[in-house]
């Protein structure tokens, strides 16, 4: 027997969809509410250092630690946007249902790596951390691949937002794990760190993707303000800004090509739209 249609007016397939809603909204609250209570919080137990989520950051500055302003800024509006995503899965209207529930399951995995990774950065577990952003990285890299033409209220908060911080937190976290304080490490975090380029302009000229470069570049932002508090003297936050700003220009030349003297491209379909605008 095939698989049921979770969308059908059987009684097992709605059983199944009132367990995936659960799922979604359990694993969501577990997210937010640990993010919530780790960021004012430090745990109580563990072996190694603990403190909250900021605090282990400000024992262990590195090259590529972010502005915690900017981290907390993005994670508010990436909060907020996947509210509205999880309103439009319990939502009575079976398109947006539908929509919802093909990212469903990367949703779901998305907020339990995230809950793993605090718990396990706030503990100073910083190896199995950064498995555990790898792993989300891929896992990530593998619904975008697979889900690129997605409406933009599904496509920015569980795909293109998401994606980004990884990246971005990737780098951030094995640059503590490898303990890069020194100027050989430094050296190298001043080269790796164009690679924040690469990824943005992957996304940008194969997908047209404007919201991972809007993402991309305010995160760079993020980093040159970050770096510029940690260490003045320093090639680290004069090139995040320099790579911000190429980043947010390309974007822009993306986003907005009538701009930039695109227009004719565009109306003779040469640039597909990305995403579509609904469900």
Known sequence: MGPTNPFSRDPDAQHNILAYKIFTLISFLLSFVTAIVYTHSPPLDGSYTNGTIFGISNLHVTPFTQSHVFVSIYWIVLYILQVGYIWHLFSGNEAHVKAAASVGSHFILFNLLHFAWIMLWCRSHFFLSEVVQVIQFLQLTAL?????????????????????????????NGA?????????CRIL?????????????????VFKDWHVGFATAFLSAGLGVGQFFTKTIALQWPFAFAIMS???????????????????????????????EDA
Do not use: K, Q
Request: hydrophobic fraction near 55%.
């Open 176 to 184: 503590v794990m490898v303990h890069c304080h020194d100027l050989i």
């Open 144 to 172: 975008y691949l697979r889900h690129s033409t997605l409406p933009r209220w599904i496509h920015t908060p569980v795909v293109a937002m998401p994606l980004t911080f990884t990246f971005f937190l990737v780098v951030w």
């Open 189 to 205: 975090a001043n080269i790796a760190i164009w690679g924040i380029v690469v990824y943005a302009g992957f996304f940008l000229a």
């Open 246 to 276: 190429i980043v947010f220009v390309s974007t822009c030349a993306v986003a907005f090509p009538e701009v930039f003297g695109a227009s004719e491209a565009r109306e003779g379909g040469e640039r597909a739209p990305l995403l579509r």
